[in-house]
């Protein structure tokens, strides 16, 4: 199993192997420069010439690995191997192919891949400045393999056809902006020609494959940067949205009190409910132009610009959910809305799955009243079942280091207070069925504590969902971050998500009331003796929280959906701190 | 109103010693990069969440050290135990933790025999293992990739490194572990160490 990345393939080579590729190639090719000067003595000078090139550009390719170059120095060896090729495609067809092989187009493959790991050396990120030169670089790309191996040809025909096909439609939307769901079938598609050339072709190409790769990487880049513009503009929209639809909140909060303000908060309403649906492409957009990023990524603007709109459009249910209450307009928690995605007619593979093509978007916006969680007579289940026999065992239990036994004594004690509902959400987990699918269960929760599935067979209900968010993407052998929670966002809820961040930032977020998907790792949880850290989500469903002191959290409540299902677990801060820590450090908030 | 008294003043009375307890051990920076590795782009939409991250290894490109990594899903639950699968994701990254690359494996899922060695081992031990081995991995790398020869002192670090790699990565792992990174098994054998060997 010779598993390169393909990327970086040549400076992970050993080096008697590069070095062994090279001399292969460099032998070749001045053979080949003697033979054009007996086959057709007028073109010896410019045979001579480009194979002088070529190895003068190998040698300073191979200078910039052993040494770091400036990307601006790699950048020229690029240039200056374009020039060479467009030599070398000048020469009469005697002086420059033998027998169906190329040895000079063989030194340019040659001096891309080491141009490649220069660049790479110099700077990873580097490589998407580099000038999108798809074209030739597939052309004589193939020229090299078809000359040597039929299957190989068919293979790589294969797989840039995928990428040609990808790069005209992103062309076209680059000529002539299309919308996210376009792109997003685009982003699919992109991710299936990377598939198929890690699963078909990489491991026969190796070496002569990275200017494949580089084809689909670059185009992916494109794609990725198109993506990221288009969510940007749909962020955009939504920023102004929100600003214009909070001034007329501002406005209608202080019309005198008899004032009859029905009717702006219809159309209020109406927008805001607009705004879910440009909410929603902003954020999935988002998701899948990091989802296309190679590398070099240390923040995500886009998404913490996302939290802070979710954060306001919070806001602004919340003020229109009090003016109405104020104005007899109805109201209150269960008044507040937000969508239910409507399955359309056709599929979306999931990525790196299946061979079929992607279909557009699936998900529509259904408006429908979401009824949330009741705000009064939350109730928790108990921390430990069976009460302390006695006083003094009580009193033992509150200065003793045992943190479970510490925290029930205290909560029957009447010294503490429960944050969130974990007793009214624990009746919603099941035990999952599938042994990757934590996070579609999560998800699953959510969508039944807020009304917008039916209590039904739970575990029907998870094959749909994991089924669903296999289509679109988010789900292939378990969820993968960037998708936590995608099924909600595409269902009109709002969702916020934290990365790498401390558990205090966690803390908040459940202080706040609402229900937290939580990626931890689950030994700690489970004390589960593995030397391998176990990946795992949770839905956090409430804090039990000290009444006196600093008001310290004592711990969470969690519905755990792995067997034994833990409905409305109680886990001490400590436990939980060590699984919190343990992987990831993410978060998703439904707001 | 007497228990709420007395359990107050107990709460007090104990809440200053606890602090202690929360706090923990800073993780090594080769530590925290591979705790956070899949949820950092691109990995984070490529390697789901509940795959598990193998050990780090290292490795040179054009000079500067790298570390690579495999990522593995698994079936049964926390009642039955764990089997795990054979390699399903591969990431490439600095040790600033910065993802190079990062992608999964063709293939379907292929379980691995079950490592045994642990299950009476306190999961305490088996982290504090972990962060001493992400430790003496650190120590190895530099020293690999200086390019210099470590010398006895080095030839020590790396013999504890083996050692410690042994006693905690799977053996099923073997051949995977040994792929993503020749170069570097390769020095380690040079050096007196041994490259992770197939359960017999």
């Known amino acids: ?591 | 109103m007497k228990i709420r008294a007395l359990g107050l003043l107990l709460a007090a009375l104990c809440a200053c010693g606890r602090k202690a307890a929360e706090s923990e051990a800073k993780p090594s920076a080769l530590e925290s990069a591979v705790r956070m590795l899949a949820a950092a782009p691109p990995c984070s939409s490529r390697i789901p969440q509940e795959w598990s991250p193998s050990r780090p290894v290292p490795t040179l490109a054009g000079g500067s050290l790298r570390y690579r990594i495999f990522f593995f899903g698994r079936e049964g639950d926390p009642t039955k135990g764990f089997t795990f699968h054979a390699p399903q994701g591969e990431a490439a990254f600095t040790p600033a933790g910065r993802v190079l690359d990062c992608r999964r494996l063709a293939g379907p899922p292929r379980t691995i025999a079950r490592d045994a060695r642990f299950d009476s081992t306190p999961l305490a031990d088996i982290l504090a293992r972990s962060s001493e081995l992400y430790s003496r991995t650190e120590a190895v790398a530099a020293l690999f990739a200086s390019g210099r020869d470590p010398g006895g002192e080095g030839r020590a670090k790396i013999a504890a490194f083996c050692r410690d790699f042994a006693g905690l990565a799977d053996p099923s792992h073997a051949a995977a572990y040994r792929a993503l990174a020749p170069d570097f098994w390769s020095w380690v054998e040079k050096n007196g160490g041994s490259a992770p060997a197939p359960a017999k």
């Open chain 1, 1 to 591: 199993m010779t598993r390169l990345f393909v990327l970086v393939v040549l400076s992970l080579l050993s080096a008697e192997n590069a070095a062994a590729a090279a001399d292969g190639a460099v032998v070749s090719a001045r053979a080949q420069a003697a033979r054009a000067c007996g086959a057709v003595p007028e073109s010896c000078a410019e045979a001579e010439a480009v194979l002088d090139g070529y190895l003068e550009l190998l040698k300073k390719a191979n200078a910039c690995v052993r040494k770091p170059c400036s990307v601006e120095t790699v950048s020229t060896i690029y240039d200056r191997d374009w020039e060479l090729d467009k030599r070398e495609h000048a020469l009469p067809a005697a002086a420059r192919a033998h027998a169906g092989d190329r040895p000079f187009l063989r030194l340019s493959l040659l001096v891309l891949g080491r141009g490649a790991a220069a660049m790479a050396a110099a700077d990873p990120a580097a490589r998407t400045k580099r000038k999108w030169r798809a074209d030739p670089e597939m052309s004589r790309t193939l020229g090299a393999l078809c000359g040597r191996d039929a299957e190989y040809c068919s293979l790589a025909n294969s797989v840039l056809s995928r990428a040609r096909g990808v790069r005209a439609a992103a062309q076209r939307c680059e000529a002539d902006p299309c919308g996210l769901a376009e792109l997003d079938r685009q982003a699919a598609d992109m991710e299936h020609a990377v598939g198929d050339y890690y699963f078909k072709l990489e491991d026969r190409v190796a070496f002569d494959g990275e200017p494949i790769f580089a084809i689909l990487s670059e185009t992916r880049t494109h794609l990725s940067e198109m993506i990221a513009r288009a969510a940007e503009l749909k962020l955009g929209e939504l920023e102004q949205g929100e600003a214009a639809a909070s001034a007329r909140m501002d406005a209608l909060e202080k019309t005198p009190a008899g004032s009859d303000v029905s009717a702006a908060m219809a159309a209020l309403e109406a927008d805001r409910s607009a705004l879910l649906e440009v909410y929603g492409d902003a954020a999935v957009g988002a998701d899948r132009a990091i989802s296309l990023v190679e590398a070099d990524f240390t923040a995500d603007p886009q998404r913490e610009r996302l939290n802070a709109a979710v954060a306001r459009l919070a806001s602004l249910r919340a003020r229109m959910s009090a003016l109405r209450i104020a104005r007899g307009l109805g109201g209150g928690a269960a008044d507040e809305s937000g969508g239910v995605a409507i399955p359309e007619a056709g599929a979306r593979p999931a990525v790196y799955t299946g061979a079929y093509r992607p279909a557009g978007r699936t998900v529509a916006m259904d408006r429908r009243k979401v009824p949330l969680a009741p705000s009064g007579a939350l109730s928790a289940p108990d921390i430990l079942p069976d009460a302390p026999a006695s006083l003094l065992e009580r009193a033992k239990n509150i200065a003793g280091s045992d943190t479970m036994k510490r925290a029930d004594a205290l909560r029957r004690s009447g010294l503490t207070r429960t944050l969130g509902d974990p007793g009214g959400r624990a009746a919603f987990v099941h035990a999952q069925a599938g042994p990757m699918a934590c996070a579609i269960v999560v998800q699953q929760q959510i969508l039944l504590a807020l009304g917008l599935l039916p209590k039904d067979d739970p575990v029907a209900q998870e094959n749909a969902l994991a089924e669903e968010a296999a289509r679109r993407g988010f789900f292939d052998e378990g969820t993968p971050d960037a998708y936590n929670g995608e099924l909600l966002i595409e269902r009109g809820l709002l969702v916020s998500k934290q990365s790498g961040v401390g558990l205090e930032v966690l803390d908040a977020a459940v202080r706040r009331g609402g229900m937290v998907i939580a990626n931890v790792d689950a030994r700690p949880l489970w004390d589960q003796r593995s030397n391998a850290p176990v990946g795992h989500t949770v839905l956090v469903t409430g804090a039990e929280i000290e009444r006196f002191g600093e008001g310290k959290t004592l711990g969470y409540y969690i519905n755990d959906s792995a067997p034994p299902v833990g409905a409305g677990r109680f886990v001490p801060v400590e436990t939980f701190r060590a699984a919190w820590n343990g992987l990831y450090r993410t978060f998703a908030e439904v707001r």
